[in-house]
């Protein structure tokens, strides 16, 4: 194909566009939790050390391997031998997995800034999230109840993310992302300076910062640290190989990545007070502990925290249209990235053109989608989501670094990183892809294998 590789306009677009896949549901309402499940303060120092010897190393290796070879994944590790593409596809399979679920999620976040409104959710909000919202009284498969209220919604996200991808990296990728990182910041800050100045937030934050170094040894809390930071810098998912496959040939990496792993968990802590802050007023308005308030997933963002909100007098609309749009902005962004990943792949392969690719693909995805939208929903979409955090993701993650870093010449990539970046990186580079997060993830490879077949 002699077609020209599409290019970023600009470097503050490209690292928008790559903060924006990382910032995303799993800032919001999965940040929050797990940290808190994993002992509040405790969990900072893995996640930290995620961060640093995983997550930014990681994003270095794909920053770099995409810019350099300028393809999607499976283009990119056909180049580095052709026995490895499917590695690739691999990526991009678990990729079509997480969009079809995720735009479900994203579809309900749209529903609850209308409902925000005016609290439409009521006194009892679990009773209208899984009855009156998801109709779960039908049997699966059954478009019934106000399910069918799911459809516009998600017609509506996949039509956002169907316009930016179609649009190209430059004038649909990139606008989308200049308009939404920006916006999620301003809404994010707000949320959080009301969360922490409400009465009760000191109890919330206590309650996920408050260090328990007693579970510091506990090696599960370092494999949640480790997922936390996975899942949340979109690493070893062929999406930041295919972004920056769009880099143009003298870019920096190196600062990139590490902008873009400090910019998500800045967001995350920023989600972290707005989150705690008001869950910890809602304790102290009912008299309980915010441990009782603090439930996990799903159950966070869709029925505690519209609980949540209900408490909060004059400011209740606003904030509840306010943080369900969060969820809404950041979702979108990294829905649009996620499905990059696979229509660049798809282009790369076929020598599609970026217009069928789009409208093939999107069609696809989005009538897969639809079977969340059933009365089973709720239940495959929590069998995916287990497959796909314990396996699909780790053991993508690990053929990635052990290929990477043991059969192929690992310097030449840090050669090439230090040759195009603002400031070098030096050995510990080499040690976190080779050893540190091969053994790291094959840890938790086994121990997620062990758990499952208990
Ligand atoms: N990084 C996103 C988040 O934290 O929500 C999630 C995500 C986006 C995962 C894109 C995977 C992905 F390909
Ligand atoms: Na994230």
Redesign the pocket.
């Known amino acids: 194909m002699a077609q020209q590789r599409e290019q970023w306009g600009t470097r503050t677009g490209f690292v928008l566009a790559a903060v924006g ?8 309402w ?2 929050p939790y797990v940290a808190a499940e994993n002992g509040g303060g405790a969990f900072f120092i893995p996640y930290l050390f995620a961060l640093l010897t995983a997550g930014i190393p990681i994003l270095i290796l794909e920053f770099g391997l995409g810019q350099k070879y300028r393809g999607s994944a499976p283009l990119t590790f056909s180049k580095l031998n052709s026995k490895w593409e499917w590695l690739g596809w691999w990526q991009v399979l ?2 079509f997995f ?2 079809v679920y ?1 735009a479900v999620i994203i579809a309900w976040a749209i529903s609850f800034t209308f409902f925000g409104l005016t609290q439409a959710w009521g006194d009892n909000p679990s009773d209208f999230f899984f009855g009156t919202y998801l109709g779960l009284t039908g049997g699966p498969f059954e478009l019934g109840g106000l399910q069918a209220g799911i459809l516009i919604p998600l017609l509506l996200a996949w039509v956002v993310t169907f316009a930016a991808l179609y649009s190209g990296v430059k004038g649909g990728i990139e606008k989308a992302n200049k308009f939404f990182m920006p916006a999620l910041f301003i809404i994010i800050i707000i949320i959080a300076i009301r969360g922490i100045t409400l009465t009760g937030a000191a109890d919330g934050l206590n309650y996920l910062f408050q260090p328990d170094f007693s579970k510091i040894w506990d090696y599960k809390i370092w494999t949640a640290a480790y997922g936390q930071i996975f ?4 690493v070893c ?3 930041m190989i295919a972004y920056s496959s769009y880099l143009p040939k003298k870019s920096d990496v190196v600062n990139n990545a590490f902008i873009t792993g400090f910019m ?1 968990v800045g967001f995350s802590l920023l989600a972290g007070l707005a989150v705690f802050g008001i869950l910890g007023h809602m304790a102290h308005v009912q008299g309980v502990g915010v441990a009782e308030v603090g439930k996990a997933g799903v159950g966070l963002a869709f029925v505690t925290f519209p609980a949540a909100i209900n408490t909060l007098g004059a400011f209740a609309p606003v904030l509840g249209v306010l943080f369900f749009l969060s969820l809404t902005f ?2 979108l962004s ?2 649009i ?2 499905n990059e ?1 696979a229509i660049a792949a798809f282009m790369d392969k076929f020598s599609l053109s970026r217009k069928k690719a789009v409208s093939i693909y999107i069609a696809v995805a989005a009538i897969c989608s639809l079977v969340f939208a059933t009365g089973a929903g709720l239940y495959i979409l929590d069998i995916v989501d287990h497959f796909i955090n314990n396996f699909g ?1 780790v053991f993508a993650g690990l053929i990635q670094v052990i290929l990477v870093g043991w059969f192929f010449n690992l310097k030449s990539i840090q050669e090439h990183v230090n040759a195009i970046s603002d400031f070098s990186v030096g050995s510990w580079w080499i040690v976190c892809i080779k050893f540190i997060t091969p053994i790291i993830l094959g840890y938790m490879a086994i121990m997620n294998l062990i758990g499952d077949l208990k």
């Open positions: 896949s990382a910032i995303g549901l799993g800032n919001i999965r940040f678990v990729c997480i969009a995720y899942f949340s810098l979109s998912f062929a999406i998500d950041a979702g990294s829905l990235s996620i990943a993701i």
